[in-house]
């Protein structure tokens, strides 16, 4: 079985800890931060104790939705290359930024990354 990779980018990677690439199956939880934010929590990707977190910002009160469509989005399959494209909003040299038709309806507008 292929693995597959959740890939978030803030606006204008510029320098590291600005995207990540992180395997599904470092996912470890979520937290609603607050009526805005959703926190997501991974493994470090480079084996430390510390903990990956991605924030998303989205609709108010949407928590519980946008964590569905995280959690559908990580079970999606079989029929993909590995890389989903979770949101993207790296907009440096003109490009659009890109959320995962998951997310449709939720307003997702921006990824944190720390």
């Known amino acids: 079985m292929a693995k597959k990779f959740l890939y978030f980018a803030e606006a204008d990677v510029e320098t590291t800890d600005e995207a990540l690439l992180v395997p599904v199956s470092s996912y470890r939880g979520c937290d609603p931060a607050g ?3 959703t ?3 991974f493994e470090d990707v480079q084996g430390g104790a ?3 977190t991605v ?3 989205h609709d108010t009160n949407k ?3 946008v964590i569905n469509a995280m959690v559908q ?3 999606a399959g079989p029929h993909t290359d590995g890389f989903i494209v979770a ?3 790296n907009v440096a040299g003109g490009d659009a930024a890109t959320v995962h038709s ?3 309806g939720l307003v997702v507008s921006a990824c944190a990354i720390a």
């Open 73 to 75: 989005m990580m079970n």
């Open 102 to 104: 998951a997310f449709d």
């Open 50 to 52: 510390a903990r990956e």
């Open 55 to 57: 924030t998303l910002t």
């Open 35 to 37: 009526t805005t934010t």
């Open 63 to 65: 928590n519980k939705e």
């Open 39 to 41: 926190a997501f929590y």
């Open 87 to 89: 949101a993207d909003f």
